[in-house]
């Protein structure tokens, strides 16, 4: 048993995730090629390996010939029976070959062949596993500035992280930890070449199916994502269970959940609206916060009319046309957003529209004070509501009750008249401050200084 190079190829296997059948593979092309260069040619060498022991043998394949022309693929028949009697004209022989007789250049040959076969399994290895990956999020660490390109670890590989897909104003410090979306794996002779994007409107899908459970699960879907890198995104989602909220499983308790997205992307806004599939519905929400009128979608041209209130439309535009803008992506459909007032002057509306939704305000507020102030102020006030509240006699009835006309009679267990008898307290409810308490003092006094 060669227990050197099955030692070296469990080794390699471990590490290099390199299976040791591709190994074995790899040593016997080598032999083969060694033996090409120390011979000039090798179509009748074969080799014999032991996969479980690792231990080879090599051999020349050679046919039996009375007379040779081709040492290195005939024999004579004389040389044939001396190394076994039994041979005869036409026979194969296979005649042992030592690999120490290998010269220097053919083993080197053999080494760098082993080696460049390694290499390439492990790009080749590389290359599968962040293959599998493309189109998912990962997670690196910052480890320089190239130029304005960042180069990121992702373990096995390096990957780039270009200026066209950093977001504008976002700096990394080396050793920071980021989550990338990975754009695409190429496969070249250095090994594979992994774009990851910072920008793309993918990585916040991604995000929300790694924190909302219900997106994994599938019970929440992302319908459409129009996203503006470091700024604001608006995602539309639906829900395949009638009883699971989509916006509420998106934003979580107290908002946990998209505020962990939220810190991830540093801050950008996210806006989360229900998927509908009725184009006026969804353009409607696509456009909130705004509050709209009307919306007359098309569904052929893919173009839709919008009406907003006055003091709606910078809103609903939003800053630099952002919110009507990301809409429009979001929904597909090209949006034209109008005031009332833009609408009446372009006939969208009729000219007397503000007078009416005014008169319909007036006459509701109307007949809602009216109603109102029947049931708290009947019309005969004096004689029902207000004789209850406020009897007529109102020194005979509700006034003696609550205030007796001899006030100091009726309330002398709270404001009695001599505030030393009953100890009682005046408006203040100070004891030492009878109401009479002064001219009694006054009096002690007076009979202290006569005497």
Known sequence: MNTELLEALNILEKEKEISKETLLDAIENSLLNACKNHFGKADNIRVIMDRTTCDYRLFAEKTVVEDVEDKLEEISLEDARNIDGKYELGDIVQIPIESKSFGRIATQNAKNLILQKIREEERKVVYDQYFEKEKDIVTGIVQRYIGRNVSINLGKADAMLTENEQVKGETFKPTER??????????????????????????????????????????????????????????????????????????????????????????????????????????????????????????????????????????????????????????????????????????????????????????????????????????????????????????????????????????????????????????????EFAQDGYEEEDEIIFQEVED
């Open 178 to 431: 980021v989550k990338l979306y990975v754009v695409e794996v190429k496969n070249t002779t250095k090994g594979p070449k992994i774009l990851v994007s910072r920008t793309h409107p993918e990585l916040v899908k991604r995000l929300f199916e790694a924190e909302v459970t219900e997106v994994k699960d599938g019970v929440v879907e992302i319908k459409s994502i129009a996203r503006e890198a470091g700024s604001r995104t608006k995602i539309a989602v639906w829900s395949n269970d009638p009883d699971v909220d989509p916006v509420g499983a998106c934003v979580g308790m107290n908002g946990s959940r998209v505020n962990t997205i939220v810190n991830e992307l540093r801050g950008e806004k996210i806006d989360i609206i229900n998927w509908s599939d009725n184009p006026a519905i969804l353009i409607e929400n696509a456009l909130s916060p705004a509050k709209v009128i009307s919306v007359m979608a098309d569904p052929d041209d893919k173009t839709a009319g919008v009406i907003v209130p006055d003091y709606q439309l910078s809103l609903a535009i939003g800053k630099e046309g952002q919110n009507a803008r990301l809409a429009a992506r979001l929904t597909g459909y090209k949006i034209d957003i109008k005031s009332e007032t833009q609408a009446i002057e372009s006939g969208d509306l009729p000219e007397n529209y503000l007078e009416l939704s005014e008169g319909v305000y007036e006459e509701e507020y109307e007949e809602a004070y009216e109603e109102g102030y029947e049931e708290a102020y009947p019309e005969d006030g004096e004689e029902t509501g207000y004789d209850e509240a406020y009897p007529e006699d109102v020194e005979d009835a509700g006034y003696d009750e609550a205030y007796p006309e001899d006030g100091f009679k009726g309330g002398a267990q709270e404001y009695p008249q001599d505030g030393d008898e009953d100890g009682g307290q005046d408006a203040d409810g100070a004891e």
